[in-house]
């Protein structure tokens, strides 16, 4: 049996091998081969799974995990889950337990997760004699220009409020609080609705009205170099910048809190799954491998280094999360977090990338951009 995943830290491929040593000693008689597949992860595995060539087990990228289900390409698990009782479906939380199911069928299960959550750093919070997070986005831009400040007195300033990326994954907590989604449930693009027009302009005001920064403006890489930095004040992000904080720039004095409520109170999870293609060699290995790994035993080991959070309660709270004060935030955001997940073939991202650079970069007006680009997203859809 062969399990594939990506590779994105050496910290990630220690943990996925100390996993994988913890299922050996529980099911010796399973043989499996771990082959992670470095760079190109999607393309490579689409030209696997089109020539029948695909690992008994790999990850799948939670945004697009719907392409896969409607080519016909994964193994439905709900058999298998039928016959083992003890997986407890029903441990998940409820954004994650259904979150890769299809036409009513299981085709993989999360195997964690990630949330936006608000980073504010406390020192610069002190310093403007803001006692609290933002609670709302009237706060949030109020508190942006309170942040925005030229401290060495040369005429620039060099530290902002917030912090803004021209992609589509940071502008979603606005649109989603704004009560727009990407496409519908019944397949209509709604990048062109009033909701999702309000909330794009509102996420670009910050950086127009320069109390927002992009990283590339101030020579950085990421949201979370410019936040470690001291650059700026506030930024969206997920527990991914909490290990680099603490490698990088450990004397950042920084706290968590929920985002900034708009008109609903949403975030956006980030998942992805354990999944089985049809044609697996050994379909009941690699269900054994599947139902440990997403399992409480294989979540608790892999979640226990908090390099990512886990989707079953139990093992949130096992692992301590609900009693930490920064992942605690993680776990109540998940309460009404929406998944980031669309019913589109994968190059839709290339085009509604394009767009979004093309508002920060060309200075293009919102409302006809994201017309334009929704008339662009038809031909993505999936049947």
Known sequence: MRFSSWQSSPTEERIVKASLDSFSKKYPEIAYDYQPIPGNYSEKLQLMLGTGNAPDLFWLKGDTSPAYFSFNVLQPLDSFVNQTPEFDTDDFFPVFKDAFKYNGKYYGFAKDFNAYVLFYNKDMFEEAGIISPPKDWNELKSYAKKLTKDTN?????????????????????????????????????????????????????????????????????????????????????????????????????????ELPVGKNQATVAFTNAYVIPKNAEYLNDSWKLLQYLAGKEGMRIWTNSKIALPTRKSVAIENNFYNDSIFSVFLKSAEYAKLYQVNLKERWFDDTQAAMQALFYKKQEVEPTLKKLAKQLEKYKLN
């Open 153 to 257: 007195g040369d005429g620039t300033i060099d530290q902002f409020g917030f912090i803004v990326e021209a992609s589509i994954d940071i502008v979603l907590p606005f649109i989603f609080q704004n009560g727009g989604e990407i496409i519908s449930k019944k397949n209509q693009i709604k990048i062109d609705t009033p909701e999702f027009i309000e909330a794009v302009d509102f996420f670009l005001s910050f950086y127009r009205e320069g109390i927002a920064t992009i990283p590339t403006d101030v020579g950085a890489g990421w949201n979370g170099d410019v936040f470690g930095r001291k650059q700026v004040a506030m930024v969206f992000s997920g527990a991914w910048i909490i290990p680099y904080l603490k490698e990088s720039y450990p004397d950042v004095n920084y706290a968590v809190a």
